[in-house]
């Protein structure tokens, strides 16, 4: 079985927004909702988990209720209870799939950011087949500017060639008992510092391979991220006449 999960519950400070960047709308519609329906494009995924903070579980059911209209997609939908930090989100969503589900050394599990709205089905059905192949993979994209090391932020130290960088993106997707085992194996030390899910595999001394991502696979963390989004979808618009369509399918 393949096992969706989007992590939905940071709060996004930098938007000075009264509510998480996840939840503020594009075209009526709410982020996390974009991300969810483009996760449901992908049949493979058996269930898709949605991880959010306690106090937004009943919101969350109430979006869902609103914007997901196939019953069916309904019923790949589960919503999980995220913790302090994306570490702690993390464990309890990878607890609640072993506890709810009889786990193959073949299931799947992909992990995305709630705020990556636009990711491809292209990337997750690769997402699903390189965690099949390799065990663990993140999607990321090329880096295309110089890049400059220094360490005081003053004076450049080094400049890197730039083809051995890469941006990494999310989903990052993994066997699930081989995720969990690796969850296992983490010090308290290192689950302090953890910042992305595919840090879980540095930590391991563990090979991550790479996927290629794709440039609309931005993830919204400032305004200038939502005007983005916002531009994104009203080209989507213009492209095709039927609208109430279009808003349903992203």
Do not use: W
Not at 110 to 138: C, K, Q, T, W
Not at 154 to 164: C, M
Not at 167 to 173: A, E, H, Y
Not at 215 to 224: D, L, P, Q, R
């Amino acid at each position: 079985m393949n096992y969706g999960v989007i992590l939905a519950s940071g709060i996004g400070t930098r938007m000075n927004s009264p509510i998480p960047k996840q939840f503020m709308e594009i075209e009526s519609v709410p982020i996390i909702i974009y991300t969810i329906r483009s996760m449901l494009k992908v049949s493979r995924f058996d269930y898709v988990y949605v991880v959010v903070k306690n106090d937004y579980v009943g919101y969350m059911q109430e979006l869902i209720t609103k914007h997901i209209d196939d019953k069916k997609d309904k019923n790949r939908l589960r919503i999980v209870e995220g913790g302090v930090k994306r570490i702690d989100s993390i464990y309890n969503v990878t607890n609640a799939i072993f506890t709810e589900n009889d786990v193959t050394n073949d299931d799947i599990i992909v992990i995305h950011d709630a705020v990556r709205p636009f990711v491809p089905e292209r990337v997750l059905h690769d997402s699903i087949d390189g965690a099949l192949m390799y065990n663990a993979v993140v999607a990321v994209i090329p880096v295309v500017d110089t890049i400059i090391c220094s360490e005081d932020g003053q004076q450049a130290k080094s400049i890197p060639v730039r083809s051995s960088f890469f941006f990494g993106q999310s989903p990052d997707s993994f066997r699930l008992k081989y995720f969990k085992d690796l969850l296992l194996q983490l010090t308290e030390e290192q689950k302090k510092t953890i910042t992305g899910t595919s840090q879980i595999c540095s930590y391991n001394n563990q090979i991550l391979h790479l996927i290629r991502g794709d440039e609309i696979n931005f993830k919204i963390t400032t305004v200038e991220d939502i005007n983005r989004a916002r531009v994104f979808v009203q080209e989507l618009q213009k492209e095709n006449k039927n609208t109430q369509f279009l808003l349903k399918d992203f």
